[in-house]
């Protein structure tokens, strides 16, 4: 069925069959230079439901920033019917900085949904909520781990919810964790107004990697085709296994400060007693085992090569329930 009626976003109007690059300045920076988001926008003539792939909430976290980058330099995102937005970098103030935070050092992700007249974070996630999220039905945010730790691809959804699992079996990543929404995070407010949001993890803060943007990429098409969005020229890959589910999981400390040596155990099942890594100090007088507490899968390892006694190194699945502070 054909569809007439325009969609607004940040008073600009889209017809249907039509495309456009929104560009979006809520502040300039302190010398007064302009900063746009840009907000891209792509039609169909045919109604359909309206998708958003977003990416760069934290400013550092690259790898999610180039999968939507691929989504639209690949042309995914032309929709067979419905429309596809998507938002590469929203915050395009702590990309410019390859930092995290806004320049105000509040988490965007933390204060949704925002308030008109508060910290420019704040402002920002306020306008994301009044303009973007009234217009979706679904969204695939997408993410990085943080401070060096790598997060093997996987998809992160409420439990108890059978709409987002069923997606997360469309979507298809490695792993898909059950992950409880926090407060004044974007998936929390998306949750609360009846948007179907996935949350993809993959790969790690300033960094890109191809292997993880792939799987991005692999899902959004599965998503996209399950939608009947996804434009027939696009090519499907079927998945070759069904996506791990974990409930449960423990972050494994480093015991003591020193170097650590990984032994590129992420992704992979590893049994009690496995070493995981090394942890020596500079002047080779000693050198301690990292080992698996359990048998579980590594769903994020710390790649910094300095850590302290405390820090998180590997974040290992559980089949049954734990104390976790992280």
């Not at 900063?35 to 792509?42: A, D, F, S, T, Y």
Request: contains cysteine; charged residues 25%.
């Amino acid at each position: 069925m054909k569809n007439s009626k325009p969609l607004v976003i940040f008073g600009e109007s889209i017809l249907p069959g039509e495309h456009k690059t929104i560009n979006v300045e809520i502040a300039r920076l302190h010398t007064t230079t302009k900063l746009n988001i840009p907000v891209i926008v792509r039609r169909s003539k045919l109604e359909g439901p309206v998708v958003l792939f977003s990416a760069g909430i934290h400013g550092d976290e690259i790898n999610g920033v180039e999968v939507v980058r691929q989504i639209i330099s690949k042309k995914i995102n032309r929709p067979q019917r419905g429309t596809i937005i998507c938002i590469p970098i929203i915050n395009m103030y702590g990309f410019v900085n390859k930092s995290r935070e806004f320049p105000d050092g509040r988490d965007l992700n933390r204060v949704f949904p925002g308030s008109k007249k508060g910290s420019l974070a704040s402002r920002f996630a306020y306008h994301i909520v009044e303009e973007i999220l009234p217009i979706i039905d679904y969204a695939v945010d997408f993410h990085a781990g943080g401070a060096s730790r790598f997060n093997v691809p996987q998809i992160r959804i409420t439990e108890n919810n059978m709409e987002l699992k069923l997606l997360a079996d469309i979507f298809n990543a490695p792993f898909t964790l059950y992950s409880r929404n926090i407060g004044g995070s974007f998936r929390n407010t998306c949750e609360k107004a009846g948007i179907k949001m996935l949350l993809f993890e993959g790969g790690k803060s300033l960094d890109i990697n191809d292997a993880v943007a792939n799987e991005g990429i692999k899902g959004v098409k599965r998503l996209l085709d399950y939608l009947n969005m996804l434009d027939p020229k696009h090519i499907v890959e079927p998945a070759i296994e069904s996506s791990i589910y974990i409930k449960y999981s423990v972050w494994l400390r480093a015991k003591c400060s020193g170097l650590l040596h990984d032994y590129n155990m992420v992704g992979k099942f590893v049994t009690k007693g496995t070493i995981l890594a090394i942890i020596t100090d500079p002047f080779g007088k000693f050198e301690q085992k990292v080992k698996a507490p359990h048998d579980g899968y590594v769903i994020n390892a710390n790649h910094s090569p300095i850590v302290y006694e405390g820090d998180a190194i590997y974040h290992i699945s559980k089949n049954s329930p734990v104390n976790d502070d992280e």
